[in-house]
């Protein structure tokens, strides 16, 4: 990767390169997307793209690590902030939900590092896993889990459940509502904050019953 910025119009510059490279990866796709496309729409030179990454492939992977970052700074940020491991459990889903609502891409990129940058694609998802595992054992320690939960396969299983979840009722219904997507010169209207109440209740009551000394036999 390129040395980072020295200067603050670099790191501004640097940013605004990132950002429009992951609307325009969400879009076209990987394959369809093109360093010109991605300079265009940032309103840089070609050369200037250079100066902070050396490849499309490059400047891909660190928009997968990008959101990565981000996504686990909303999470942990919701979930430090609570009394217990059910509360956090809840701000951390709820933070999730609202950022993949305000932020659509990061489904449509994860799918395209399946196949483009799968390395990047397992380190997304094992160091979302670490935090979510540090946590459960914390938890599990202050007797707030039961004890038989092993906390890696809880931390999966629940990251499975999120993201899932979120496909379903954040992104899906998006594109229901909005109709056509962005590639098709769509705009796909103003963002939601996280899925339905119904849903998020159903959801964490799984949740809350998976993770309660005794939860499953109540």
Known sequence: ??????????????????????????????????????????????????LYYSSKQEVFEEVVRDLNSRVRQAMFAASSAQPDRLAAERAGFRAYF??????????RIMRQAESVAPHVLREHYDRIAAGYVAGLRAAQARGELDEAVDPEIAAWALMGIGELVGLRWVLWERQDRAGPSPADGVPAGPPTDGVPARVFEATLRLVERALTPGGPHR
């Open 1 to 50: 990767m390129s040395a980072p910025p020295r200067t603050e119009r670099g790191t501004r510059t640097r940013r605004r390169i990132l950002d429009v490279a992951a609307t325009v990866f969400a879009e076209r796709g990987y394959h369809d997307a093109s360093i010109v496309k991605i300079t265009e729409a940032a309103q840089v030179a070609q050369g200037t793209f250079y």
């Open 98 to 107: 609202r950022f993949t609502a305000q932020h659509p891409e990061l489904y």
